[in-house]
T-cell receptor, first 116, second 115 residues
Framework: AQSVTQLGSHVSVSEGALVLLRCNYS??????LFWYVQYPNQGLQLLLK??????LVKGINGFEAEFKKSETSFHLTKPSAHMSDAAEYFC??????????????FGKGTKLSVKP | DGGITQSPKYLFRKEGQNVTLSCEQN?????MYWYRQDPGQGLRLIYY???????QKGDIAEGYSVSREKKESFPLTVTSAQKNPTAFYLC??????????????FGDGTRLSIL
């Protein structure tokens, strides 16, 4: 069965510091992976996706993620945090086989706080 | 602009009452989804539909019902059988489920509370 684990329910960084949000997945087949961002009382917005092309994926707002098969990881990074990055971030893996193809399995989310 | 519209944004339910959450998309997407979000729980799938006139139960379908009579509409009814309906409900859609590599696009959610 496919699953996603996000390490750290809360992460706090200073403005200008590196952002690192961790995501590990479990999948018996090559996965498709996604990062989403959610601002308070809003829906989820796609940041980036990995679909078996380049292992380093660039997304919106300066975020990127690297797919590492050996570590079953898909960590999200941003070199320099901005106050506007404060939000909740979700990692998700897509079911890519069977009758539930296309369904997403979400991690429990990581809330990012940015200190001035 | 294309997108997903959920209404209402806030909804209150009395004990024993059924309520219906609206979800409309003008993206011409085949697949639509309903999720429930509780603090610290991530998103949990309630129902999904891969095509018009067909839908499947997700992980937490008990106490909920859906219909998919039109491609652009996927309303969710929270029935009185759902004993803990207070949550944030998100609707999503994707172009197709083929291949599993298409991202889902989300509406802005409906927050349901018990009176």
């Amino acid at each position: 069965a496919q699953s996603v684990t996000q390490l750290g329910s809360h992460v706090s960084v200073s403005e200008g510091a590196l952002v690192l949000l961790r995501c590990n997945y479990s999948s018996s087949v090559p996965p498709y992976l996604f990062w989403y961002v959610q601002y308070p009382n809003q829906g989820l917005q796609l940041l980036l996706k990995y679909t078996s092309a380049a292992t380093l994926v660039k997304g919106i707002n300066g975020f990127e993620a690297e797919f590492k098969k050996s570590e079953t990881s898909f960590h999200l990074t941003k070199p320099s945090a901005h106050m506007s990055d404060a939000a909740e971030y979700f990692c998700a893996v897509s079911l890519n086989y069977g009758g539930s193809q296309g369904n997403l399995i979400f991690g429990k989310g990581t809330k990012l706080s940015v200190k001035p | 602009d294309g997108g997903i519209t959920q209404s209402p944004k806030y909804l209150f339910r009395k004990e024993g009452q059924n309520v219906t959450l609206s979800c409309e998309q003008n993206l011409n997407h085949d697949a639509m989804y309903w999720y429930r979000q509780d603090p610290g729980q991530g998103l949990r799938l309630i129902y999904y539909s891969q095509i018009v006139n067909d839908f499947q139960k997700g992980d937490i379908a008990e106490g909920y019902s859906v219909s998919r009579e039109k491609k652009e509409s996927f309303p969710l009814t929270v029935t009185s059988a759902q004993k803990n309906p207070t949550a944030f409900y998100l609707c999503a859609s994707s172009i197709t489920v083929q291949g599993g590599n298409q991202p889902q696009h989300f509406g802005d959610g409906t927050r349901l509370s018990i009176l």
